[in-house]
């Protein structure tokens, strides 16, 4: 049964264990700011592809999932294309979905996904993705002995591939009938925040939360049947 809720948080491409996130304390302090009845994270919330598990990177992290594990009937992770170890959330007591759906106060229909449904190379090098995330955990239990500077910078090969914006963009305006039964698509991925209305759907994109993108973190805030996408000073 779909739930309906009031407010309503979400991010998401957080991409923790990245070098370069630095926001620990500021997606606290978003997150604080209102009794939310759900805390949505829309996918990338790990990159262990950097190097170091997922364990590694709960440890760093502990201060924002201490801070979850007190809301975790209310958090909710969404399986991103950087997420391969994300399950480990389940055993924490949180909830993993590979997409989302709630009823907003005002009867608006909503959905989230990461994103990288419409990345036709997401799509085309899946089963590249499932084998390299396989090694890596591997690497991460200490199973194998593969030079991890080299390993390290494989990944960064694979990870640095271009997302093409305005083909995601395209393939969603182009599938955007699939969402018939939806008010409100929010998805990720493409590091790109923005607010758009094709046809009848309105569709919001988080962005990131890395300075390498270019842009400030963006958090997207469902509220009495309204929804903002807000950039964080």
Same mark, same amino acid.
């Given at each position: 049964?779909?739930?309906?809720?009031?407010?309503?948080?979400?991010?998401?491409?957080?991409?923790?264990?990245?070098?370069?996130?630095?926001?620990?304390?500021?997606?606290?302090?978003?997150?604080?700011?209102?009794?939310?009845?759900?805390?949505?994270?829309?996918?990338?919330?790990?990159?262990?592809?950097?190097?170091?598990?997922?364990?590694?990177?709960?440890?760093?992290?502990?201060?924002?999932?201490?801070?979850?594990?007190?809301?975790?009937?209310?958090?909710?992770?969404?399986?991103?294309?950087?997420?391969?170890?994300?399950?480990?959330?389940?055993?924490?007591?949180?909830?993993?979905?590979?997409?989302?759906?709630?009823?907003?106060?005002?009867?608006?229909?909503?959905?989230?996904?990461?994103?990288?449904?419409?990345?036709?190379?997401?799509?085309? &090098?899946?089963?590249?993705? !499932?084998?390299?995330?396989?090694?890596?955990?591997? $690497?991460?239990?200490?199973?194998? #002995?593969? /030079? =991890?500077?080299?390993?390290?910078?494989?990944?960064?090969?694979?990870?640095?591939?271009?997302?093409?914006?305005?083909?995601?963009?395209?393939?969603?305006?182009?599938?955007?009938?699939?969402?018939?039964?939806?008010?409100?698509?929010?998805?990720?991925?493409?590091?790109?925040?923005?607010?758009?209305?094709?046809?009848?759907?309105?569709?919001?994109? &988080?962005?990131?939360?890395? !300075?390498?993108?270019?842009?400030?973190?963006?958090? $997207?805030?469902?509220?009495?049947? #309204?929804? /903002? =996408?807000?950039?964080?000073?």
């Amino acid at each position: 049964m779909v739930r309906k809720y009031n407010k309503v948080f979400v991010t998401g491409d957080t991409h923790l264990g990245d070098v370069v996130f630095n926001y620990q304390d500021k997606l606290v302090e978003a997150i604080k700011q209102d009794d939310f009845d759900a805390v949505i994270f829309g996918g990338d919330t790990f990159d262990p592809w950097r190097g170091g598990s997922v364990n590694d990177i709960l440890a760093k992290y502990d201060q924002l999932f201490k801070f979850l594990q007190k809301l975790k009937s209310r958090v909710i992770f969404i399986a991103g294309n950087h997420d391969p170890n994300i399950e480990v959330l389940k055993k924490l007591g949180f909830t993993v979905r590979q997409k989302f759906k709630y009823i907003g106060s005002l009867g608006e229909r909503v959905k989230i996904i990461h994103g990288h449904e419409f990345d036709d190379a997401c799509r085309r &090098w899946e089963f590249v993705t !499932k084998r390299i995330a396989y090694v890596e955990n591997k $690497i991460n239990q200490g199973l194998t #002995k593969i /030079n =991890n500077e080299a390993f390290i910078r494989f990944m960064n090969l694979v990870r640095i591939n271009k997302i093409d914006l305005n083909r995601v963009l395209n393939n969603f305006r182009e599938r955007v009938g699939q969402y018939r039964n939806t008010d409100v698509l929010v998805f990720g991925h493409t590091h790109s925040p923005m607010t758009e209305e094709q046809g009848k759907v309105k569709f919001y994109n &988080w962005g990131a939360w890395q !300075k390498e993108f270019g842009t400030k973190p963006h958090i $997207i805030i469902h509220k009495d049947g #309204k929804l /903002n =996408n807000i950039e964080l000073q």
